[in-house]
């Protein structure tokens, strides 16, 4: 069946600096991948997407490149915010269908 | 207005009561999802509805009714729960057969049982 891995949280990190959560996925066949965000005491929202190999999703800084060869989709961004906490999920699903497989998600938090 | 709207917020209730939880989207999708979010483990998808129809039940106990009168109303009723049924339950929407629409999702009900 479909999976999707990501890193164990909490990822903590000062301002400015250098983010990246790992997701890596499998699947059989070429599924579109997303990162959803979900800040406190709210519900998850989505931040990028990718729907094919090569392409990269960007937002509000953030970037991930679907990566093929490696089953990998991980988010980046250059310079983190504390606005920036929040927990990461990385998801998959087929273009056909509607029903996402999410990681675990991963914690992120930033002190000033 | 959010595009996506859950009530109440949070909710406790004993085991012995009878509760529903309310989710309206305002955003003309047709398909609707509930998910159980619990501490320390992956999201659970529960329910899905596609054009009002209930499509999945992942293995959900019969103490979790869906119903969905339309296709901007869902509701979850809960009857008999147990303590390790406290999670925060979300839900969401998604235009079904479009090609990569994503999930909107809801800000969450906070069940606690009792």
């Known amino acids: 069946g479909n999976s999707v891995t990501q890193m164990e949280g909490p990822v903590t990190l000062s301002e400015e600096a250098f983010l990246t959560i790992n997701c890596t996925y499998t699947?059989?066949?070429?599924?579109?991948l997303f990162w959803y965000v979900q800040y406190p005491g709210e519900g998850l929202q989505l931040l990028l997407k990718?729907?094919?190999?090569?392409d990269k999703g960007s937002n509000k800084g953030f970037e991930a490149t679907y990566r093929k060869e490696t089953t990998s989709f991980h988010l980046e961004k250059g310079s983190v915010q504390v606005s920036d906490s929040a927990v990461y999920f990385c998801a998959l699903v087929f273009n056909a269908g509607n029903m996402l497989t999410f990681g675990g998600g991963t914690r992120l938090m930033v002190k000033p | 207005e959010t595009g996506v709207t859950q009530t109440p917020r949070h909710l406790v209730m004993g085991m012995t009561n009878k509760k529903s939880l309310k989710c309206e989207q305002h955003l003309g999708h047709n398909a609707m999802y509930w998910y159980k979010q619990s501490a320390k483990k992956p999201l659970e998808l529960m329910f899905v509805y596609n054009f009002k129809e209930q499509t999945e039940n992942n293995s959900v106990p019969s103490r979790f009714s869906p119903e969905c009168p339309n296709s901007s109303h869902l509701f979850l009723h809960l009857h008999t729960l147990q303590p390790e049924d406290s999670a925060l339950y979300l839900c969401?929407?998604?235009?079904?057969?479009?090609?990569?629409?994503?999930?909107?999702f809801g800000n969450g009900t906070r069940l606690t049982v009792t």
């Open positions: 969401a929407s998604s235009q079904v057969r479009e090609k990569n629409s994503p999930l909107h």
């Open positions: 699947a059989t066949g070429y599924p579109s």
């Open positions: 990718a729907t094919k190999a090569d």
